[in-house]
């Protein structure tokens, strides 16, 4: 029987709430194409849904590799509404790629940040409240894939394998995913903050 004076949460090592603040460098739509690739744009509506029109549009998904545990195209929550990229884990990606460089819209990003080291490794449950009002909650990181580095590959044709190289160089730097709290416009050049909540890591039994 458990100590009732005492238990597991009253000893966890706790990294309290915090907020840190960054920047908007670019905002990109989805052009009305079957192309995962994304395009700049001057402004970034998005609705409960996400961005209309995006591949990723909608209040559910269906599942794919990333969801081993149901069928493959089984309907589910769509936690995975917008793409968040980091200006300066791009240039890490690039650099260790050994490529000129790696835009946001060739791996179907929505929006590049800057100013939020290590965005990409932001817990689950963070809140991005962005200058004009809109917030996305945070569902995770997204795991590089392959499907992302052949887009990659076809802007290097003197290069080969870098559908392959990206997964390999990319993990915990390739960004964040999430969806639409609170909808609304983005525009390049806004502030947005990141709203940290407590972090505690939960130990094997």
Request: charged fraction near 25%.
């Amino acid at each position: 029987m458990a100590d009732r004076d005492t238990c597991l949460a009253d000893t966890l090592d706790v990294t309290r709430k915090f907020k840190i603040a960054g920047q908007v460098e670019g905002v990109f739509g989805t052009p009305m194409t079957e192309d995962f690739q994304t395009e700049p744009v001057e402004r970034l509506a998005l609705t409960f849904e996400g961005v209309p029109g995006d591949r990723h549009a909608g209040f559910t998904r269906k599942s794919g590799g990333r969801e081993p545990w149901y069928p493959r195209g089984t309907e589910m929550c769509n936690e995975r509404q917008i793409s968040i990229l980091s200006l300066e884990e791009l240039a890490i990606i690039a650099e260790r790629m050994e490529i000129p460089e790696l835009k946001s819209e060739w791996i179907g990003g929505n929006i590049t940040l800057s100013g939020i080291p290590n965005l990409s490794l932001i817990p689950p449950r963070t809140r991005l409240e962005f200058e004009g009002g809109v917030v996305i909650r945070v569902d995770g990181d997204n795991a590089p894939c392959r499907f992302a580095g052949s887009a990659i590959d076809r802007q290097f044709p003197d290069r080969s394998g870098l559908d392959l190289l990206f997964p390999q160089k990319a993990r915990r730097l390739r960004g964040l995913v999430g969806f639409v709290e609170k909808p609304g416009t983005i525009a390049a050049g806004e502030t947005v903050t990141a709203h940290i909540p407590e972090q505690w890591i939960y130990p094997k039994a």
